[in-house]
């Protein structure tokens, strides 16, 4: 049995949940990436491994939008923060890890409606 040690409960999805995010990166760059877990303090992403959606840990971001079951647009972009990466080289994917630097109130509790739908 693993035992998680966190803060806030987490949502998982896979695939087939067709979950993900819209980004705000480098240079105004908007792209999506799937979403693989989120959490009132973070969310997990996959993207596909590309020299121009590179991360790195410390990286900032901002998260627009989740798209999945139901579509949930952020009233102001939420800032975010790369804690970790994971390149899946066989798979030519990237996982990465990321907290919420800054998001306002009412948005939080969108992100906490949008875990209850899921």
């Known amino acids: 049995m693993i035992r998680e040690n966190r803060k806030w409960p987490r949502v998982y999805f896979s695939v087939k949940d067709e979950v993900a ?8 760059r908007i792209f999506c990436a799937n979403v693989l877990n ?35 647009v952020l009233t102001a972009p939420a800032v975010m923060e790369v804690r970790w990466v ?5 798979f030519e994917r990237t996982g990465i890890g990321c907290a919420f630097l800054y998001m306002i109130p009412p948005d939080r509790n969108r992100i906490r409606r949008f875990m209850e739908m899921c």
Not at 21 to 28: Q, T, V
Not at 49 to 71: H, I, N, P, V
Not at 86 to 90: L, N, R, W
């Open 21 to 28: 995010g819209e980004i705000r990166a480098k240079e105004e």
């Open 38 to 72: 989120i959490s009132e303090g973070g969310l997990a992403l996959s993207l596909k491994t590309e020299s121009e959606t590179t991360f790195k840990q410390g990286d900032r971001f901002q998260l627009k939008a989740l798209k999945g079951k139901d579509m949930l």
């Open 86 to 90: 994971t390149v899946y080289e066989g």
